[in-house]
Structures are given as C-alpha cells and as structure tokens.
C-alpha cells in the first residue's frame, strides 16, 4: 500500500534535467535521447499491491506501444490507494516499432529514476510516459515543465518573422501532431492524446506564445508543459544537435590522439631503454 502524503506533495514532482541531451526539434534525432525526467517524493511499500499494479501498468504500456502510438489505462486495486494511472505518448511521426522500442526504453529508464516512487514522468526526444496514483487523465495542465532557449542571434527582423510565421502556422493548424517549417526555420508541437481537441488547442497556443515571448532572438527553443509542447530552431532541423555531435566528436577525437600519443610517447623510451641496454650490455661483455 502507498504511503499516504498530503495531496499537494502528490503533485510534486522533482525533475532531472540533462541540458546536453536536448537538441532541436529534429524529427531525425534519436527517439531516446533524455529530455526530461521527475518523480514523485512519495514512496510505495516494497512488495506492496502498489507495486504490483505499477508493474502491471508499466508493462500494459509497453505492450500497447506496438500496436497504437497512444494509450492510457487505470489498474484499480483493492483500496484507492493501490490505484495508478499511467499513459504513454509516441511522437507523431514515429513508425510503430521505433514507437515501441522508445516507450520500452523510457519505462526501463523509470524504473531506475523513479525507483520505488507513486508516481514518475520521462520524456525522450520520441516518447512519453507518466504514471501516478492521483488521476491526471483527461485533465488540462499549462504547467511549464521545461523551458530552454538557445542563444540569441541578435535582432534579425526577417529570421524573427520566418519564425513567428512559422509558430503562428503550428498554431492555426489542426490536430495534436504539427509540423511546419519554412526555409532554415523548423517547428513541430503536439499535444497528450488524453486532452480534447479545445483542450490541445488551448494548450498547445499557451505553449507557442510562451514560446515567443520568453525566447526572443534565441536560434531554438524548446517549451514544455505538462500536457504538450512545441519547439522551433532556426538552423534547420539538425543545426544544434549537429553542433554539439560535431563538437563531442572533436573533443574524442582530440582525447583519442593525446592518449595515443601518450602511449606512443612511452613505448618510444622503453625501446630506447632497451637499445641502451643491448648496447651497454653488448660492450661490457
């Protein structure tokens, strides 16, 4: 059984970000890049019907990702603290065996974040998945979970208005996966599949105008709430996560030839050692 909380600390969730993994929104990165990640601060009684049913949940999640890109479900247990909800979410675009290998990943990454906790959320760059004893189902949340914005760019009056035409079209456009783009400016948003549609378009203009205004300049950006999002970058659509690939790639390469060189380096004065050696050797015979 759950350890009961107030139900203010129930909807705490205290989030784990990883700032280097959060490119653009490309729909060619990899779908399990880590975005975000949280957890709830209540724990569950190890061997608890609680745990039995999260289990069950997370399994029936995992399951229902190779056939369908969204889904929810509610196991009920024999009191309402042994209750837990969960739904996971593909992107939109995602075949269904990428939609299935994401959501198998993201729960495996749960189980170690979330270890032992009522309720946990995580989102990859392709996939999302919450559970959680208290409902969430169906319910609206304009909750900013994760903000980033990339560096300005300066004031550039046709970039700013290629972009804003850009955010403006994902918001006009129906549906709860939007794509767009427009020369180097790229931009894709989308809603939970548990909102209504009022509910998605709500949401997901609260996410683009928040998006406008708190990045400014910035050559990407990236808004999350708690029931959808939407990103943009003005670079094209692999611009920051190519630089930064590009950049580890540099840096290994980097490291890989000091430490070659190191050992090259070392190698040559042992062989150098040991011709001393033979030739001291040889003349003291």
């Known amino acids: 059984m759950a350890r009961t909380t107030s139900s203010a600390l129930l909807l705490t969730f205290t989030f784990v970000f990883s700032i280097s993994a959060l490119p653009s929104p490309s729909l060619s990165d990899s779908t399990d890049a880590f975005v975000f990640g949280g957890c709830t601060q209540e724990k569950y009684v190890q061997d608890s019907p609680y745990e039995s049913n999260i289990n069950s949940l997370l399994t029936s999640l995992v399951n229902s990702a190779t056939y369908s890109s969204y889904n929810n479900y509610t196991i009920m247990g024999s009191s309402t603290q042994d209750v837990v909800y969960g739904l996971y979410q593909c992107r939109g675009d995602l075949s269904m065996p990428d939609c299935a290998t994401c959501v198998a990943q993201a729960v495996s990454q749960l189980g170690v974040l979330c270890a032992q906790t009522c309720g946990g959320a995580l989102q990859l760059q392709g996939c999302y998945v919450k559970y959680d004893n208290t ?9 900013v979970v994760l903000k980033k914005c990339g560096p300005s760019v300066g004031y550039d009056m046709d970039a700013m208005n290629l972009r804003d035409a850009v ?6 456009t129906g549906g709860p996966y939007r794509v767009g783009g427009s020369g180097n400016v790229q931009g894709v948003a989308q809603c939970v599949g548990d909102l209504s549609v009022e509910e998605c378009q709500d949401c997901l203009s609260e996410a683009i105008a928040r998006l406008k205004s708190d990045c400014g300049t910035a050559d990407y950006g990236d808004m999350f709430l708690a029931k959808c999002y939407a990103r943009y970058t003005t670079g094209g659509p692999r611009a920051y996560s190519k630089a930064h690939s590009d950049k580890n790639t540099n840096d290994g390469e980097k490291t890989f030839a000091i430490i070659i060189g190191l050992f090259a380096g070392v190698a040559l004065v042992i062989i150098f050692l040991a011709f001393l050696g033979k030739v001291f050797g040889g003349n003291g015979k």
């Not at 409902?135 to 909750?143: A, N």
């Not at 955010?167 to 006009?172: D, V």
């Open 135 to 143: 409902t969430f189902l169906g319910v609206e949340d304009k909750t």
């Open 167 to 172: 955010l403006g079209s994902l918001a006009r």
